[in-house]
Nanobody, 126 residues
């Protein structure tokens, strides 16, 4: 089993910062997962890749739209991944989801993932 729980969303103004957390648990996660992946989905749009980090920390990836503003990290002891989001823009407004990665490298398509958290809403006002 894999359980993913996101937290940290909210309503902020442009230029503000937020930190999201994704707590992972379950026997399948502990045994087979290779990392965390963040996606987001704005109203009327497809779910898009945001960032990924391997459990080893060696593989870190970002979408071009968030490079230089978002930082992903993880705490393996607590099985938590974090997404520090700085200089938020209105176009960052979306529901942010955490997914469990089981492949050696992250995939950029949401369809590649079977385990998701419930999502957390981020709204950035201008």
């Amino acid at each position: 089993q894999v359980h993913l729980v996101e937290s940290g969303g909210g309503l902020v103004q442009a230029g503000d910062s937020l930190r999201l957390s994704c707590a992972a648990s379950g026997r399948t996660w502990s045994t087979f997962a290779t990392g965390w992946v963040w996606f987001r989905q704005a109203p009327g749009k497809e779910r898009e890749f945001v960032s990924a980090i391997g459990r080893s920390g060696h593989i870190i990836d970002y979408a071009d739209s968030v490079k230089g503003r978002f930082t992903i990290s993880r705490d393996n002891a607590e099985n938590i991944a974090y997404l520090q989001m700085n200089s938020l823009k209105p176009e960052d407004t979306a529901v942010y989801y955490c997914a469990a990665q089981f492949s050696s490298v992250p995939h950029y398509k949401a369809a590649a993932y079977n385990y998701w958290g419930q999502g957390t809403q981020i709204t950035v006002s201008s």
